[in-house]
C-alpha cells in the first residue's frame, strides 16, 4: 500500500491569510490529484499535476509536484471563506480506477 | 447529465441484516469504484471495476460484494451488516485514459 500522508489534518485562518497544505508519501505516483470536499457532498477534483516538478495554478490555487514525484505541495493565496473545506490529495499508483487517498486537510477561513 | 448517482442517501441498519448500495453513472465511463470515509482515515478504496463484467479488490474488500452486469451500474452489496461498516459510501466513475473520478454524492450508512 502506497501510504499518503497529509498535514496539518486542521487548518484555521482568517480570511485573507495564506496557507500551505502537504502531501507527502515514501512512494512514487505515476499522478497526484488534488479534491475539495464540501459537508454532505462527494469529491470534486481541482487538479492532476503529472510531471515531476510541475507547478500547476488555478485562480488562487497553486499546486506543485516534487521532483521525484513523491509530494505535493497545495498553496492557497489570501484565502476567503468560500475555501472553507476538505482538501484530500489522492496518488493513481499506475492503474485506471484505484486511488490511494491521504487522511485530508480540514481548511477553516473565517470572515 | 446526472453524473453519478448514489441512493440511498442515508440507511441505518441492525447487525446481521443485509442491503445494496445503489450506484449509477451516465457519462459511459469504462471505470467504477466504491469507497468509504471514515473520520481521519481519508477515502479507502473497497472495490473497483475495469469495465463490464471486470471487478477486483481494493484496500478494504471484507464484508463487501460487488458485481458490474452493464457499464452504468455498479452496486455494493453487504451480506451481513456489522457495525464497523457504519461509515458514509461514495461511488466514483472514470473514463478510460482520464486521470478525474466524478464521485457520487454518498451513502451514510449507520449499523447499529
Known amino acids: 500500500t502506497q501510504l499518503l500522508e497529509q498535514s496539518p489534518q486542521f487548518l484555521s485562518i482568517q480570511e485573507g491569510e495564506n496557507l500551505t497544505v502537504y502531501c507527502n508519501s515514501s512512494s512514487v505516483f505515476s499522478s497526484l490529484q488534488w479534491y475539495r470536499q464540501e459537508p454532505g457532498e462527494g469529491p470534486v477534483l481541482l487538479v492532476t499535476v503529472v510531471t515531476g516538478g510541475e507547478v500547476k495554478k488555478l485562480k488562487r490555487l497553486t499546486f506543485q509536484f516534487g521532483d521525484a514525484r513523491k509530494d505535493s505541495s497545495l498553496h492557497i493565496t489570501a484565502a476567503q471563506p468560500g475555501d472553507t473545506g476538505l482538501y484530500l490529495c489522492?496518488?493513481?499508483?499506475?492503474?485506471?480506477?484505484?486511488?490511494?487517498f491521504g487522511a485530508g486537510t480540514q481548511v477553516v477561513v473565517t470572515p | 447529465n446526472a453524473g453519478v448517482t448514489q441512493t440511498p442517501k442515508f440507511q441505518v441498519l441492525k447487525t446481521g441484516q443485509s442491503m445494496t448500495l445503489q450506484c449509477a453513472q451516465d457519462?459511459?465511463?469504462?471505470?467504477m469504484s466504491w469507497y468509504r470515509q471514515d473520520p481521519g482515515m481519508g477515502l479507502r478504496l473497497i472495490h473497483y471495476?475495469?469495465?463490464?463484467?471486470?471487478?477486483d479488490q481494493g484496500e478494504v474488500p471484507n464484508g463487501y460484494n460487488v458485481s458490474r452486469s452493464t457499464t452504468e451500474d455498479f452496486p455494493l452489496r453487504l451480506l451481513s451488516a456489522a457495525p464497523s461498516q457504519t461509515s458514509v459510501y461514495f461511488c466514483a466513475s472514470q473514463k478510460d485514459g482520464s486521470y478525474e473520478q466524478y464521485f457520487g454524492p454518498g451513502t451514510r450508512l449507520t449499523v447499529t
Open positions: 457519462m459511459n465511463h469504462e471505470y
Open positions: 489522492a496518488g493513481d499508483g499506475g492503474s485506471w480506477g484505484k486511488l490511494q
Open positions: 471495476s475495469v469495465g463490464a463484467g471486470i471487478t
